[in-house]
């Protein structure tokens, strides 16, 4: 019983720092990382009930963690919750897709290959969890997110992100409008035996980077109200908020604006790699989509291939040409008026005598779809 008095504790002491958390923009709630600490040491120990489980799965924290895994792929929280009761015990646990299609199959396929494996390496060393938490919340640079976030926005919208440390997740980073989270446990797990985790400053940028989607969505939520997009056109539409999206935080916030120093992050040069391949499927589901070609189940199998940081890859690429040519500035003016990305995108790698181009006539299509808005 002594875990499910610690997790109650923990679960009260989640909503008085919700409620606090108005009073301060760049506070990181650490409870359900916490929480999780708590959880994994107590399997190393005792056999531990359903009943405490369920209270870390009832966190905020780890429902943003299973929110995260529904973005672009499917998962419920009872496989969640099937994951996590196994990797108490050391164990993984077979699972069956929730629903058919690709996205239910990369969501169990994430959960096998990633958050059960992080999790049970997590039991492991617990004591290296800890200190990397305590590092974590000595950071003195959180005041710096909003800044840097609002400054790689082509419009000024108001923002005040709840900010998470969590552990059990797939993703090192994530955001959505209730919350935005680093994973301090997938983190560490992914780099672990070949690179350092996320230094301080890595931090700060990743909370910017999804503080930056939360940002950009709002205006390109705006902007897709003025248009009137039809059948296809919204799964076009779609695609093309994703590219720029991911591209616009991972070159400006990420990489500074430097190609050269966006090749040597890690975790992203298997995907920059991928590019030749990337740049004409990305024409493929834009212009099958905008031909009304492309089902439901076969668009979501073809953007399947951008998933992990490919979306993240072919943007910044398309978004660095235009950069090179006019500036910051012009990436700016592109991320403002999405619609126009590939016509800016071909006549600055013309002039860069760059080697893939889109179709004129696609460009130019996805340029007036949905009219004048």
């Known amino acids: 019983m002594a875990q499910i008095r610690t997790l109650k504790i923990l679960l009260i002491w989640s909503i008085l720092t919700h409620a606090l958390s108005s009073y301060s923009q760049t506070r990181v709630d650490a409870v359900q990382a916490q929480a999780i600490l708590e959880l994994l040491q107590e399997c190393n120990t005792a056999p531990v009930s359903m009943e405490a489980i369920d209270q870390v799965i009832g966190l905020p924290g780890t429902q943003l963690i299973i929110s995260q895994q529904n973005i672009s792929r499917r998962i419920t929280a009872a496989q969640y919750r099937a994951v ?4 108490c015990k050391g164990e993984t646990v077979h699972l069956e897709p929730s629903e058919p299609g690709a996205r239910a199959e990369k969501g169990v396929q994430g959960l096998a290959n990633d958050v059960a494996p992080s999790l049970i390496w997590g039991r492991q060393h617990v004591a290296v969890l800890r200190k990397r938490l305590e590092i974590a ?12 976030a609002l400054k790689n926005l082509p419009e000024t919208v108001p923002l005040s992100p709840k900010l998470y440390f969590v552990m059990g997740g797939r993703a090192g980073a994530a955001a959505s409008e209730q919350g935005i989270y680093v994973d301090l446990l997938s983190d560490i797990w992914r780099s672990r035996g070949h690179s350092e985790p996320m230094t301080q400053r890595e931090m700060v940028e990743f909370f910017a980077h999804e503080t930056h989607h939360i940002g950009y969505g709002r205006i390109l939520d ?3 109200r003025q248009l009137d997009l039809q059948d296809g ?3 076009a539409w779609n695609f093309l908020v994703d590219v720029l999206m991911e591209g616009s935080a991972t070159l400006l916030i990420n990489a500074h604006g430097n190609w050269t120093e966006l090749e040597a992050q890690r975790h992203i040069q298997t995907d920059l790699k991928r590019l030749p391949k990337l740049l004409p499927e990305s024409q493929e589901i834009l212009q099958r989509s905008l031909d009304g070609t492309m089902a439901g189940p076969a668009y979501q199998t073809a953007v399947s291939d951008f998933f992990g940081e490919g979306y993240h890859a072919t943007g910044a690429k398309l978004l660095y040409v235009i950069e090179e040519v006019r500036g910051k500035a012009g990436v700016l003016a592109v991320m403002d008026h999405p619609r126009s990305l590939l016509v800016v995108y071909n006549e600055c790698a013309r002039r860069k005598d760059e080697p893939f181009r889109f179709s004129s006539a696609l460009a130019k299509r996805l340029e007036t779809m949905g009219g004048n808005g």
């Open 84 to 87: 996590l009761a196994a990797a």
């Open 137 to 148: 919340e000595k950071n003195q640079n959180f005041d710096e997110i909003i800044p840097l």
């Open 222 to 224: 705006q902007k897709r």
């Open 233 to 235: 056109e919204v799964k």
